[in-house]
């Protein structure tokens, strides 16, 4: 399978589990089917429709392809009929959600190279490509954001790590499919190594200090 | 009364009632004038915004006649002196927002058809410029999303209907405007029925069994 | 110093102030270095980003120019650690906020009417400009917006006489320059008089008189 091929499957795979991750929220908080796809569509989407807002790909990748838009009301509607199914299968969803997040921010960045921003900026956008629609969807749903709770395993530093990755190979002369699938690789196990091990982010130092 | 001198006023009525939505919430929830002001304009407005960033009307529609901006002002300033009377006027105020509703879901649908986005695209834009504005009033007032509470009235789901078949009708020989009307009155009547019906959306399949 | 210079000072002092504020939220609600971040860079660029999504400066300004996305940053750094420090600064940071928001709302709404908005628009703009930052910060942060409380001290408003009186003077002979300077002193003086004596907007008219 070529790195495209693997790409398009990939991407596909994540965008797939990120939906879910909406649509399993939703119906934890006790939502009805529309809260369900609304949650599914805006946490598989969100990330990159803000990066395609933000870099100027108008209109966004997410209302161009329709896959894009049909695969988390898929996920929705599996997740609807088969959530408790689905729930149990929490460590296959997570590790699938770390190759999503390897992905995501590893074409986040890509993207907005592309696109002529600065690296700094690439890796931001490939950030938020990454760990957007996360975050739209724990505002949507009024959750405090995980993305910031101190007791959640690494998400956006994996991420972060990735990204930087890929836009420092893209000042030099390695070959950037190569670099690309590398880092997401990296992306991935770093987030599997960070929940296994549950690596956490500090909080504030002196709070931290006082509370530990 | 021709249909596009019909379709300018329903739009200034259904702009004046989401306002209004934004404005009484605001009141509800103790904010001050500003509050007022602010959720009235993103109630009637956000919508729009999100599918002209969208398809790439940029500046969006909001931005560029002043009535656009100028009406939830005028219906935050009506509503702060006399929200008694205008609570007082709730059903009618729920009338003209199923009004509302069926206006915007198919004028948003044509205006992604028109702007490029394909049928599907364009369903979604045409729902999210119904009920995006109504889903930014509640994030901005931390109010769990009406959109997605079980015990809701439909209210997406006749908008989808409408914006579906709108974009149906785009590739058959239907005189489209004969069409854009007809949906937005069937969306207008679906609302209606399903709240005096009390017509309601599933929960996920599971739990609605067990707690049913 | 020109105005010019001492415009591109002023606006790093107002980056700068503006991701304090988020990363003060973020460690009062206890989110860990990750959330310190997200808040100081929403805080101190998401009104503009918003503002040149909206407008059509596309990257946005955030996006270009690297010691936007980098200011935050070093705020956030210097917070997570000598946060006890800054709080204490509080009156100190609440001064420069207000300059902050006198020089947002100005060049917001100057970089509106350059791009061909209109008067009013603009305002609504130069507003946002100064004032989105904050509420995506609380909305994030899932604070009630500090902007809709009745019990603080005005904000928005005198962003928007601020806005106002560069809009008008845009239509008349008067130096564009010297009327934005005026007009930003003249915000910060009204919100720091704000402060002091404690004046707060109204909420809803029939509910203040019988709650006051």
Chains 1, 2, 3 share one sequence.
């Not at 693997?6 to 649509?23: C, K, P, Q």
């Not at 966004?60 to 408790?84: C, R």
């Not at 950030?127 to 956006?156: C, F, H, K, M, W």
């Amino acid at each position: 399978m070529s790195v495209y091929a693997a790409h398009d499957v990939l991407e596909l795979v994540g965008i797939y589990v990120f939906a879910t991750s909406g649509a399993l929220m939703a119906i934890r908080k006790g939502f009805d089917v529309v809260g369900i796809l609304i949650l599914a569509e805006v946490t598989a989407l969100g990330g990159g429709v803000l990066r395609d807002l933000i870099i100027g790909d108008i209109p966004p990748a997410a209302f161009t392809k329709t896959s894009y838009l049909l695969l988390p009301m898929l996920a929705a509607a599996v997740t609807f009929f088969a959530h408790p199914v689905v729930e149990r299968l929490n460590t296959t969803m997570l590790v699938f959600d770390a190759a999503g997040l390897g992905m995501f921010c590893v074409t986040g960045t890509l993207k907005a190279l592309d696109y002529g921003l600065g690296s700094f900026q690439a890796v931001v956008l490939g950030v938020t490509t990454a760990v957007g629609g996360g975050l739209l969807r724990d505002i949507t749903a009024r959750e405090t954001p995980t993305l910031v709770q101190v007791d959640t395993d690494l998400y956006s530093i994996p991420a972060a790590a990735g990204a930087t990755l890929v836009a420092a190979a893209s000042h030099t002369d390695l070959p950037l499919p190569a670099v690309a699938v590398g880092a997401a690789i990296f992306v991935f196990l770093f987030r599997v190594v960070a929940m296994m091990r549950h690596w956490t982010a500090p909080r504030a130092w002196e709070r931290h200090r006082r509370t530990g």
